[in-house]
């Protein structure tokens, strides 16, 4: 693993992206795919990845984008409604199967909005890395 625990570059720009939104007084920050690209010094599909793996609605944002105009990518996380249907909400979206990394987005989602306590995320998260090297041959 990296610096600061990151373990890849779709990792920091994640990082980054997240701490750009925690700062923005609106909840929402647009960038440019290709700006961004040329500051991380990566191709702009590293961050459609990064933005289709990290920011979507399992883990809590909507992102938006544009082509025409001067195209920019609109991030917005999502507001906790009631907790009930958030939760309802959230099964919905998980449906009869999930992928390990998409689980991890769930529990870090419920773990940011105080769903859980940090204790059991990280049980959760053991669970979801125990029963994926399990099931990989």
């Known amino acids: 693993m990296g610096a600061k625990g990151f373990s890849s ?3 920091y720009i994640a990082s980054y992206l997240r701490k750009l ?8 920050i647009e960038i440019r795919r290709n700006d961004l690209a040329a500051q ?12 289709s793996t990290r920011f979507n609605a399992r883990t809590g944002f909507l992102v938006e984008s544009r082509r025409g105009g001067g195209g920019y990518v609109r991030i917005v996380k999502l507001p906790v409604g009631v907790r009930s249907d958030q939760v309802r909400r959230l099964l919905e979206a998980v449906g009869p199967a999930i992928s390990q990394r998409e689980a991890e987005g769930v529990i870090l989602r419920l773990r ?3 769903f859980i306590t940090p204790r059991e995320a990280r049980l959760m998260l053991a669970v979801c890395a125990g029963a994926a090297s399990r099931w990989n041959p």
Request: charged letters at 30%; a negative charge.
């Open 9 to 11: 570059i779709a990792d």
């Open 112 to 114: 940011e909005e105080e």
């Open 21 to 28: 939104i925690e700062e923005s007084p609106e909840g929402y």
């Open 40 to 51: 991380f010094r990566c191709v702009p599909s590293q961050i459609t990845y990064v933005l």
